[in-house]
């Protein structure tokens, strides 16, 4: 297999590109741990924004897709940090007025 022709366009392809300047197809191998499917999954069960390092350095993601799922991961980060200080104001609410005796 050449890697310097496109499968798709046949047009040439400069080694260090991602993706096909005239189709815009990814072209080479992507190593497992930056498949769309890993990142994806790390960011929103695990690791949050410390899987924004393997999302931009992804190539199975467009510039546009990087842009897009980074504000995305940034967004439900703070969902989950504002539902966190919610829950542990009622928690704090609940003592002090348990301790209150109310
Ligand atoms: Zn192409």
Redesign the pocket.
């Known amino acids: 297999m050449d890697i310097d022709i ?6 040439k ?1 400069d080694p260090t590109d991602s993706f ?6 990814r ?1 080479g191998e992507v190593a497992w741990y930056h498949t769309k499917i890993f990142v994806l999954a790390s960011a929103f069960i695990l690791l949050g924004p410390f899987a924004l390092p393997l999302l931009l350095s992804s190539r199975d993601f467009t510039r546009n897709g990087k842009v897009f799922w980074s504000l995305a991961i940034c967004a439900y980060t703070l969902g989950l940090v504002l539902l966190g200080a919610v829950i542990v104001a009622r928690m704090y609410q609940y003592m002090i007025e348990s301790a209150l005796g109310r």
Do not use: A, F, S
């Not at 496109?6 to 047009?11: D, I, S």
């Not at 096909?20 to 197809?25: E, N, T």
């Open positions: 496109c499968p798709r366009c046949t047009n392809i096909c300047r005239h189709c815009g197809i072209v």
